[in-house]
């Protein structure tokens, strides 16, 4: 049990070529591209992001993180947390939408016919959800025991997706709503190891978000 309230920040990393291109990618280790990077670099220069001193810092580890922390806050020290690498797509990584919908499995999947998800090749949705609920309360047990109460996690789409959804099952019937723009995230309060209010970090998508 996680005993100190906690300040979690939950921050998407910089638009990517498959960001760009529509592509359906997350084990596939692309770098944030050039204006991907100025961008976060603006984002910064606005204040938009916490101030990472006394914070316990995270990257899933994968190089578009680390390039987007480093345009947040240039060269800190940090820890990787594995576990809350992108879901693997399997065979439908660095896919466009028409290519995956050539695919029985993959248009069922697009047309939201699927209950449950299982990427051949990849992550199913229960292995994503176990391990990425796993991921975040080790980041947030490190913290602790280091005496920290402001964590600082730069991660993915699918990533916080899944984490928001969780915490806060209540808000949207639609998971996805929760996918904050890159560079953008989520602020959230957790209480005793369970997460009770959030606010947005930066514009997470084009809609009125109750705060």
Do not use: C
Not at 3 to 27: K, P, V, W
């Amino acid at each position: 049990m996680i005993a100190m309230e906690q300040i979690l920040y939950l921050i998407r990393h910089g638009h990517t070529s498959g960001t760009r291109s529509d592509l359906f990618y997350g084990a596939t280790d692309l770098p944030i591209t050039e204006d991907g990077y100025m961008e976060v670099e603006s984002f910064a220069a606005d204040g938009v992001y916490p101030d990472p001193e006394g914070a316990s810092v995270w990257t899933s580890g994968m190089l578009r993180t680390e390039q987007t922390l480093n345009a947040m806050y240039g060269d800190i020290e940090h820890s990787h947390e594995p576990l809350l690498k992108e879901i693997n797509l399997g065979k439908f990584e660095m896919k466009t939408y028409s290519e995956i919908m050539e695919d029985d499995y993959g248009r069922a999947w697009l047309s939201g016919e699927l209950e449950t998800l299982s990427f051949e090749g990849g992550d199913s949705h229960e292995s994503f959800n176990r391990r990425v609920t796993e991921g975040v309360w080790n980041i947030l047990r490190e913290a602790e025991k280091a005496g920290k109460d402001k964590v600082i996690a730069v991660l993915h789409g699918a990533v916080i997706t899944y984490l928001m959804y969780n915490a806060f099952p209540e808000q949207y019937t639609d998971m996805w709503m929760w996918t904050p723009n890159p560079g953008t995230g989520y602020k959230v309060t957790v209480r005793e190891g369970r997460p009770v209010s959030w606010t947005t970090v930066g514009e997470t998508g084009e809609r009125v978000v109750p705060l």
